[in-house]
């Protein structure tokens, strides 16, 4: 366990729909990151957080969007959609502002969109 | 540009040793993780260079050439709880970690 929660831990949805997939990184950890990982397209950045602001942003669809709130938990919002979303959502935290050689990743979130 | 290259399979037999290579491209590398993840499961760090040659951590090892922007990770004494994915994650410039889409890693009886 690696004290990192994700919620929830599947989501079945349809296209055109909106969803929010949560992540809490372990205690004491300021950086969230969040990874998307489809069988042919591997383990994709999508984007970082550090307490609250955006340190950096991977190849994340517009349609996309994340945020950091005060309390440290991270939200991915996923809009309008489509079955190439249809992926793993890992979120990963880690101590430090810049990017961490070692994150410590959430069990994460099965997406299907039907 | 970034680039990462890793072989897709590797199979090996239990108690055997096992190389799997890592070659990367990335602006301002500073240095190269190792992750291991389970079917289904969440990857796990297992090792780092950030310098040039061999780290050891139990029955796993990492070495890093930098000159050569290459990298592998030694398994000995194989287990079947081996069997996973392991991925090199080189990080850089861009402030993030490339992972790709790994090593599958097949250990038979």
């Known amino acids: 366990d690696s004290g990192v929660t994700q919620t929830p831990k599947h989501l079945i949805t349809a296209t055109g729909q909106r969803v929010t997939l949560r992540c809490s990184p372990r205690s004491g950890d300021l950086s969230v990151y969040w990874y998307q990982q489809s069988l042919d397209q591997g383990l994709q950045f999508l984007i970082h957080?550090?307490?609250?602001?955006?340190?950096a942003k991977g190849n994340i669809l517009e349609r996309f969007s994340a945020q950091q709130f005060p309390d440290l938990h991270s939200e991915l919002n996923l809009s309008s959609l489509e079955l190439g979303d249809s992926a793993l959502y890992f979120c990963a935290s880690s101590v430090g502002a810049g990017v961490s050689y070692e994150q410590y990743f959430g069990p994460g979130t099965r997406l299907t969109v039907t | 540009g970034q680039s990462l290259e890793q072989p897709s399979e590797v199979t090996a037999v239990e108690g055997a040793i096992v190389q799997i290579n890592c070659t990367y491209q990335t602006s301002g590398f500073y240095g190269l993780s190792w992750y291991q993840q389970h079917d289904g499961g969440a990857p796990t760090f297992l090792s780092y260079?950030?310098?040039?040659g061999l780290e050891e951590t139990g029955r796993f090892s990492s070495f890093l050439s930098r000159s050569d922007s290459y990298g592998y990770l030694l398994l000995q004494e194989l287990q079947m709880k081996d069997s996973a994915s392991y991925f090199c994650a080189p990080g850089g410039a861009t402030n993030k970690l490339i992972f790709g889409t790994g090593t599958l890693l097949a250990v038979q009886p």
């Open positions: 260079n950030g310098l040039d």
């Open positions: 957080y550090y307490n609250g602001e955006e340190r």
